[in-house]
């Protein structure tokens, strides 16, 4: 498939997991991609497997570092991402921070990173990238929820904030630019394995109690799904396939919460 010929995709959190899944997907789509993430070494891996894998892929793909929580640094890289494109037609809201604490615990430090990084980045990203969306093609804004947003995720209260207020805003995003026709939709993921879900990504407390998770096992496969099952529905989402969806969210979790 090729759904991506011709379609220019900014993309944050490309240094690893499910963003760094999403640029390999649309670049084997024909997409044209600029790649973001705080982690330079992330992208630079990301840049390296691209090339690994095509050489023409590779000359459709330019990364730069950026701090999403930065109102700045994102207004400067989104001007970049829509000068080294040409334009702009996707934007792919992947970069995010997964932590855990005890709530009476939580300190006001901790809680507003979470916060800074996962919604106001969100949102400063989305600010910036507006308007050459809506001059773009079938523009579309995909961004990144999680099960956390409507289900007990234990120890994740501010994370789980972050997410409900993206989940929100897709929601307000939609409707008002609808007859302008950009459409803005979530993925939720759950269940998947990435360095966000890994023991050095949530850090849960070391008295965390197991049993209270019991409920977050998927239901079909064998344990946790690959970046790369989210990377296909956000791919999806993007395209003229999913031309017909837009302020919803969707569930990616293996059916840990049918």
């Known amino acids: 498939m090729q759904r991506y010929e011709g379609r220019r995709v900014l993309i944050s959190g490309a240094g690893s997991g ?20 705080v982690n330079g070494a992330g992208l630079k891996e990301t840049a390296e497997q691209a090339a690994a894998t095509s050489a023409e892929a590779a000359r459709r793909l330019a990364t730069a570092v950026l ?16 000068e080294s494109l ?34 106001t980045g969100t949102f400063l990203m ?24 409507s289900f007990a995720h234990p120890y994740m209260s501010a994370y789980a904030a972050s997410k409900g207020g993206i989940q929100s805003m897709t929601h307000a995003l939609a409707a008002e630019y609808s007859k302008q026709g950009l ?9 998947i394995a990435s360095d966000m879900t890994s023991g050095k990504g949530p850090g849960l407390p070391e008295d965390a109690d197991m049993t209270l998770f019991t ?3 998927p239901a079909i496969g064998q344990g946790f799904a690959g970046p790369e099952t ?29």
């Not at 670049?27 to 790649?35: I, K, P, Q, T």
């Not at 929580?69 to 970049?80: F, I, L, N, P, Q």
């Not at 040409?86 to 507003?112: C, I, K, P, Q, Y």
């Open 126 to 149: 989305i600010r910036e990238a507006i308007p050459a969306l809506l001059a773009g093609d079938r523009p579309v804004i995909v961004n990144f929820s999680s099960t956390s947003a």
């Open 183 to 191: 459409r803005v939709v979530a993925v939720a993921p759950g269940s």
């Open 18 to 37: 499910i963003g760094r899944a999403t640029v390999h997907r649309v670049l084997a789509e024909g997409g044209r991609v600029f790649a973001v993430d």
């Open 215 to 217: 409920k977050l096992a």
């Open 86 to 119: 040409g334009g702009l037609d996707v934007l792919v809201n992947a970069a995010g921070v997964l932590r855990s604490s005890h709530t009476h615990e939580t300190t006001l430090d901790f809680f507003n990173k979470i916060i800074a990084v996962n919604l």
């Open 230 to 258: 989210v990377a296909g529905v956000v791919a999806m989402l993007g395209s003229q396939d999913g031309a017909f969806i837009t302020g919803t969210e969707i569930r990616v979790d293996g059916g840990t919460h049918y």
């Open 67 to 82: 701090d999403i929580s930065d109102e700045a640094a994102v207004r400067a890289g989104a001007a970049a991402a829509v």
